[in-house]
């Protein structure tokens, strides 16, 4: 009998997994291109502190490249073709951006979906009101966050505000140097016995999350509510508004705070709004960088109101996506059909462009050390989110991790794994389950981070990288 020649067996560094820091892989041609990469990010947050903020300088960076608008596209009746380079808004605040691929548009997509919402205050409809000597603005909290971490922080204000006569004022208080600040007072800890009795949850109740807002009374004698009349007359004369403007605004509260690069190494970025402006800018950025024709259509999703639930016109729980994909599909396919664009969306593929709390040595009980993202050690790949059991998570298939394992690997992409806590400890969803629900194969694909949802994130500059270089290894790939 003919003896099998058995195959040899796997160097032992090859049979093993263990995560590295990234910093001791990169290249240094790689390492300058990654500061390169984290300058333009922080350059683009500095910019981009509101959805709509974030929107309007996604177009400015699309239109520069050369990108078209698909809206005036429909109403020219032009057709498209492989190597179109295109977008489409909704409401000043989602955006789709899309590279029109050599397969038609029925053989599906490769997507990259970020959100560009962050935890925030927003302004009550009725904000402004005068007590006891202070002139305050009434807020409701967006998003799930720690209320304590809002307290005594320089705090700016960002927001539209539609005039009937359909004008859009644009405000922005706080952010240039020379103009004033706003901010949350708290109580002194020589009174503050209580509330320091309290759990952390219910120190702060979200009623008290009032801004300050000035202390000068008006000069004239026969009005009430001296000081609202004074700031009602300074918001007058910088932005044309009066008090019953507030009723058709968006006005919201964000950290003052500039982005910093962090560690004495700098080898972080301190900033409002990593989540998930980090991934929604790689993915944007990779879109901009994509050199010629894909063999699939690749598409970058700016994504709304995720910090919620993905509710609301712009979420993507409604049909947004589907309504532009259709859009799409009428301009680049010779006989739209309702069966060519399920086939589209089921056929398509799909990262997740989310971010994944990273091991903090602080706090270690909350993690599993095996099953958990590291900072630097490149973009995290989570292949179910949901808590308690998943629920809420679209879990992966086995089959699409391989083949995101491929792409990784061939493209020299640092990447890990990682969950969000230990099983029992809590979770979080992301829009992954929403796009799931076409059949597409979809996976979570983001930067890690430390202090997720508080006023200042903090990220790793080779996870930002990474991601960005996922992103496009991600959108090349012709899935041979």
């Known amino acids: 009998m003919k003896k099998t020649a058995r195959k040899p067996a796997p160097k032992a560094s090859r049979l093993t997994y263990a995560p590295k820091n990234g910093y001791e892989k990169i290249s240094p041609a790689e390492l300058k291109r990654c500061e390169e990469v984290n300058r333009s990010y922080m350059d683009f947050i500095t910019k981009a502190k509101t ?16 990108f078209r608008n698909m809206k005036q596209l429909e109403k020219e009746g032009t057709r498209l073709v492989p190597g179109d380079r295109v977008y489409r808004s909704s409401e000043g605040k989602t955006l789709m951006a899309v590279v029109v691929g050599k397969k ?39 998003g799930g966050i720690k209320k304590y971490q809002w307290l005594t922080i320089p705090l700016a204000l960002h927001g539209v505000v539609a005039k009937p006569d359909g004008k859009m004022v644009k405000v922005c208080i706080g952010e240039d140097p020379s103009e004033p600040v706003l901010c949350i007072t708290d109580l002194l800890p020589h009174l503050g016995a209580e509330q320091a009795r309290k759990p952390l949850g219910e120190a702060v109740p979200g009623e008290s999350l009032d801004v300050v807002a000035g202390s000068i009374p008006a000069a004239d004698k026969d009005k009430k509510e001296k000081i609202k009349h004074n700031l009602l007359s300074l918001l007058n004369r910088k932005y044309g508004i009066t008090e019953e403007d507030f009723l058709s605004a968006e006005l919201e509260i964000v950290p003052a705070a500039k982005p910093r ?9 301190l900033a409002y709004g990593h989540d998930d402006r980090v991934c929604a800018y790689a993915g944007l950025k990779a879109l901009l960088d994509l050199k010629g024709t894909p063999e699939y259509t690749a598409c970058v999703l700016l994504c709304d109101k995720e910090e919620i639930g993905s509710v609301g016109a712009t979420g993507m729980a409604s049909f947004l996506f589907e309504n532009s994909s259709a859009e799409l599909l009428n301009l680049t396919s010779d006989s739209y059909s309702e069966l060519s664009l399920k086939r589209a969306l089921h056929n398509s593929w799909m990262l997740s462009a989310d971010v994944n709390g990273l091991f903090d040595p602080m706090f270690p009980s909350v993690n599993e050390r095996r099953n958990t993202a590291f900072v630097n050690h490149g973009v995290c790949v989570t292949k179910f989110t949901g808590s308690r059991g998943k629920s809420g998570s679209s879990d992966a298939s086995a089959e699409f991790m391989a083949h995101i394992r491929r792409i990784f690997d061939r493209g020299g992409v640092i990447w890990q794994t990682g969950e969000l806590g230990k099983v029992d400890q809590g979770g979080g969803g992301t829009i992954a389950q929403f796009m799931a629900r076409y059949g597409m194969q979809v996976v979570d694909c983001g930067v890690g981070l430390f202090s997720m949802h508080a006023p200042m994130e903090l990220a790793g500059k080779l996870d930002i990288y990474m991601a960005y270089k996922g992103y496009l290894a991600f959108m090349k790939d012709a899935r041979k």
């Open 104 to 142: 038609p548009l029925e053989a599906g997509m490769h997507i990259v979906g970020g959100h560009t919402d962050s935890p925030r205050i927003d302004l009550k409809q009725n904000p402004l009101y005068e007590k006891d000597g202070l002139a305050l603005l009434d807020t409701h909290y967006y």
């Open 51 to 66: 959805e709509r903020e974030a929107h309007d300088e996604a177009v400015l960076l699309l239109e520069a490249a050369g």
């Open 261 to 269: 690069e962090a560690g004495l190494d700098r080898s972080m970025v």
